[in-house]
Nanobody, 116 residues
Framework: QVQLVESGGGLVQPGGSLRLSCAAS????????MGWYRQAPGKERDLVAT???????NYADSVKGRFTISRDNAKNTVYLQMNNLKPEDTAVYYC??????????WGQGTQVTVSS
């Protein structure tokens, strides 16, 4: 069974940067699509960014130009580089593994708080 473990969250001032990491167990990471989602208090979990097994990326309009998703198949890890953070980016960020559009696993989440 695949396990996803996120790290890299924390408290940052507006305009600052963070890099989230998501490490996956198992040998099947290379062939799986990966994504980052976020959930703010009282709101639904929303898509932030995805990256396919082939490296194609997709972003929510709210983060385009500020966030970058990438993957290192040798390390079974997907990253989310977040720049120019805004208070509205505050949320719990979750890593997700998918195959043919079907979710295989979620991580436990990592808190990102953007505040002065």
């Amino acid at each position: 069974q695949v396990q996803l473990v996120e790290s890299g969250g924390g408290l940052v001032q507006p305009g600052g940067s963070l890099r989230l990491s998501c490490a996956a167990s198992g040998r099947l990471f290379r062939g799986r699509d990966m994504g980052w989602y976020r959930q703010a208090p009282g709101k639904e979990r929303d898509l932030v960014a995805t990256i396919t097994s082939g490296g194609s990326t997709n972003y929510a309009d709210s983060v385009k130009g500020r966030f970058t998703i990438s993957r290192d198949n040798a390390k079974n890890t997907v990253y989310l580089q977040m720049n120019n953070l805004k208070p509205e980016d505050t949320a719990v960020y979750y890593c997700n593994m998918m195959l043919s559009g079907i979710t295989l696993a979620w991580g436990q989440g990592t808190q990102v708080t953007v505040s002065s």
